[in-house]
Nanobody
Framework: QVQLVESGGGLVQAGGSLTLSCAAS????????MGWFRQAPGKEREFVAA????????AYVDSVKGRFTISRDNAENTVYLQMSSLKPEDTAVYYC???????????????WGQGTQVTVSS
């Protein structure tokens, strides 16, 4: 059973930066596409970013383009989400997930982490 563990969340002021990490328990995840999703209170979980297993292709939701960067280190079984110019509306629990192919569809992700809270104050 693949386990994903997120870290790096916290409280930051608007305009600040945070980098989230997601460590996988098994090397097999290095052949999976990885995604980041977020869920704000009272809202549905939404796609944020995804990266192909090779790292050569990425996708982002429009609201984070130019501010967030997804990357991965397959040697370390870790995926990252660098977040800059953070806004209060970025406040949410952020989840990483693994899927057989790169997709924005939540339902196609097989493995999920427990989430890490990101709070952006105005």
């Amino acid at each position: 059973q693949v386990q994903l563990v997120e870290s790096g969340g916290g409280l930051v002021q608007a305009g600040g930066s945070l980098t989230l990490s997601c460590a996988a328990s098994e090397r097999t995840v290095s052949t999976y596409a990885m995604g980041w999703f977020r869920q704000a209170p009272g809202k549905e979980r939404e796609f944020v970013a995804a990266i192909r297993w090779t790292g050569g292709s990425t996708a982002y939701v429009d609201s984070v383009k130019g501010r967030f960067t997804i990357s991965r280190d397959n040697a370390e079984n870790t995926v990252y989400l660098q977040m800059s110019s953070l806004k209060p509306e970025d406040t949410a629990v952020y989840y990483c997930a693994a899927a057989p192919i790169m997709t924005i569809r939540l339902t196609q992700y097989n493995y999920w982490g427990q989430g890490t809270q990101v709070t952006v104050s105005s």
